[in-house]
């Protein structure tokens, strides 16, 4: 059993900055992979980014691609999503979610392929 444990998020102004950490309790194997992804009010849950535990290949929606920026820590088990240049649309209560299927080398997007998932953490963005 893991358990992810988010921090971080809270309010932003338009063009600002936030980051989110989720750590895994836990041992991490290297062929998981950990995403992000992101529900607002009335709308579905999405992928937001992703990377592989072993090799750190990462991935991003078109939508913080270039905004976004994913990282691990293999020591702490941690990772983390550095968010810049915030818009309003980034307002969201934002998951982490563990995907500890079969072996993975790239990352999965569709929330089903994710396991074990945290708590969640409110990213409010103001205009």
């Known amino acids: 059993q893991v358990q992810l444990v988010e921090s971080g998020g809270g309010l932003a102004q338009a063009g600002g900055s936030l980051r989110l950490s989720c750590a895994a309790s836990?041992?991490?194997?290297?062929?998981?992979?950990m995403g992000w992804f992101r529900q607002a009010p009335g709308k579905e849950r999405e992928f937001v980014s992703g990377v592989t535990w072993g090799a750190g290949n990462t991935h991003y929606a078109d939508s913080v691609k270039g905004r976004f920026i994913i990282s691990r820590d293999t020591v702490k088990n941690t990772v983390y999503l550095q968010m810049n240049s915030l818009k309003p649309e980034d307002t969201a209560v934002y998951y982490c979610a563990l995907d500890s299927g079969a072996y993975r080398t790239a990352v999965r997007t569709t929330a089903t392929e994710y396991k074990y998932w945290g708590q969640g953490a409110q990213v409010t963005v103001s205009s």
């Open positions: 836990g041992p991490m194997s290297i062929g998981y992979a």
